[in-house]
């Protein structure tokens, strides 16, 4: 080769790569007097441009595409070779890798429940369902009468689960995981109180009887009702990981024909598996903290109201919500006071300004407690209307009358030494009434004076602390409940309180707002 041609092609190396890799492609036929500069990309529709005759060279011989070969020299074959089988690895890893992330995006769709379909594929297609077991259905509204089923136990499958606000897409996606399931079932008084509940009361209660389990999750009330004699269970819940759980659970335990599952939120349900028209018995653990956090029992209302049959039993078919006053060890800044020996009262006075509007959820020493218990509030589940979920309620709490034990831990203060209310503690009772468990009436008690639960009592710190005293022998005052308008699912708390002397007249009254 001619040594000036040599030095043309490694001089216009860089060129000529960029020319490859994304400049136009120029070309000259004996139609044209001048040069075109056609993207071939853009013309790819044109087959007149992939004749022959126009991809003759513009230059004749021309020195740069004769030393091509000079590029790609034959004793780097090998290495060439070896980098080719790179980079079709490469190809390969990122292709699993976007497929991967595909299906987690998928996942992520289905959890939340998503307007818009997404295809792990990658395409716009709409995933083919395989053959449908008839034991859990997914509701889709009244224009489809059946549901799918879920392929499990592992098997990830489309929701047509649809929620209404954003507050529901989180709510139902929280439950998917594992650990809050295992934080209930763990808690030992709630799950035994059902069990008694269900199993005790199962020659009165469950047996032959076509029993719904509302918020299934791991579907543990389903699993009690089926081994209690129940016919038929249908579980519902609107997470789709508690509904596959449910029924993986229920198969697993051999009760996967009794018990169906329902993928739907209870209002969207246009009917029952089986052909049922109601059911004689509604299940569900709908309580939250302070009693109506999370708003379930609205949905437990609304199955009720559509699908128990006339007198059908409820459980648990009432709950109480009470109050007590305790005294500073129970505010968030007692801890603060002493740590390990050191005072970070700073600290402290920041937990303070915060309890001030934000109920907090604690478990409280019975023995911080310096008043009596008052049942403010309650709650005929079986009976009573969704507005008697939001209320106004009086009450009044009056100083322990003498030194005494709680629960067998500290005494608390003598009724001969000022004491300062600084926290009202709420908690709540959930009563599985002989109304329906006559073999076994059960009450499930989050009280501080209880073992302890996983909802453990909800703590109101007053910016105004009542003193007791002789003459000042007690606080009265109402109690609001009201779901808030921006989260249905949390509670706003409006606390009025005042201090009552023994007279009846009361101190100065104070009003003070919290949110859960």
């Known amino acids: 080769a001619d040594p000036t041609c040599t030095s043309i092609a490694s001089e216009t190396m860089p060129v000529l790569l960029e020319l490859l890799c994304k400049r136009p492609v120029r070309v000259a036929t004996s139609e044209m007097e001048s040069i075109a500069c056609i993207d071939v990309e853009s013309q790819q529709h044109d087959l007149k441009w992939k004749q022959d005759a126009y991809l003759r060279p513009f230059m004749e011989d021309d020195p740069l595409l004769m030393e091509l070969d000079s590029l790609f020299p034959d004793d780097d074959a090998e290495e060439w070779a070896m980098q080719e089988t790179d980079w079709k690895q490469a190809a390969l890893d990122a292709q699993e890798e976007c497929q991967r992330l595909r299906e987690e995006l998928a996942e992520a769709g289905r959890i939340l429940g998503l307007d818009e379909e997404i295809d792990p594929k990658g395409t716009q297609q709409t995933l083919e369902m395989q053959p449908i077991p008839s034991n859990v259905r997914e509701q889709t509204g009244p224009q489809e009468s059946t549901g799918r089923t879920m392929h499990l136990p592992t098997q990830v499958v489309k929701t047509k689960c649809r929620f209404n606000t954003k507050v529901d897409v989180e709510y139902f996606a929280s439950y998917s995981d594992m650990a809050i399931h295992r934080e209930m079932l763990g808690d030992r008084p709630r799950t035994l109180a059902y069990q008694t509940a269900i199993e005790g009361n199962s020659e009165c209660c469950m047996q032959d009887a076509r029993v719904m389990d509302i918020g299934c999750g791991t579907g543990i009330l389903s699993l009690m009702a089926a081994r209690a004699g129940a016919a038929n269970v249908v579980a519902i819940d609107a997470s789709t990981a508690m509904a596959e759980a449910t029924m993986a659970n229920a198969k697993e335990n ?3 024909e009794k018990i169906e599952v329902i993928n739907e939120q209870v209002e969207k349900i246009d009917g029952l598996p089986k052909d049922m028209a109601c059911v004689d018995v509604i299940v569900s653990e709908w309580m939250g903290y302070g009693l109506l956090f999370e708003s379930m029992l609205d949905d437990v209302m609304t199955a009720r109201d559509l699908w128990l049959k006339p007198g059908g039993a409820v459980l648990p078919d009432v709950a ?69 979920l939001e209320f106004s309620a009086p009450f009044q709490i009056e100083r322990l009358p003498k030194e005494e034990g709680r629960g067998g831990r500290e005494k608390v203060y003598s009724c001969h030494h000022p004491l300062e209310c600084h926290v009202l503690v709420l908690w709540f009772e959930a009563h599985f009434t002989a109304r329906f468990c006559r073999e076994r009436p059960v009450t499930l008690s989050t009280s501080p004076l209880a073992e302890p639960t996983h909802w453990a009592q909800v703590a109101l710190t007053l910016a105004h602390p009542v003193l007791l005293t002789d003459d000042v022998v007690g606080i009265q005052g109402t109690i609001t409940f009201s779901k808030n308008r921006e989260n249905r699912r949390s509670v706003d708390i409006v606390v009025k309180y005042a201090g009552v002397r023994r007279d009846g007249s009361t101190s100065e009254q104070h009003t003070q707002l919290f949110d859960i």
């Not at 005294?327 to 915060?354: E, I, T």
């Not at 934000?358 to 407690?369: D, I, Q």
């Open 254 to 256: 051999g009760y996967d």
């Open 320 to 388: 109480s919500l009470h109050v007590a006053g305790a005294g500073p060890q129970a505010g968030k800044d007692w801890f603060w006071k002493d740590v390990y020996g050191f005072k970070m009262s700073s600290m402290g006075n920041r937990a303070h300004a915060g309890a001030l509007h934000r109920a907090s959820v604690e478990v409280v020493n019975p023995a911080h407690l310096i008043t009596d218990a008052c049942a403010f509030h309650t709650i005929d589940v079986a009976l009573d209307e969704k507005d008697k």
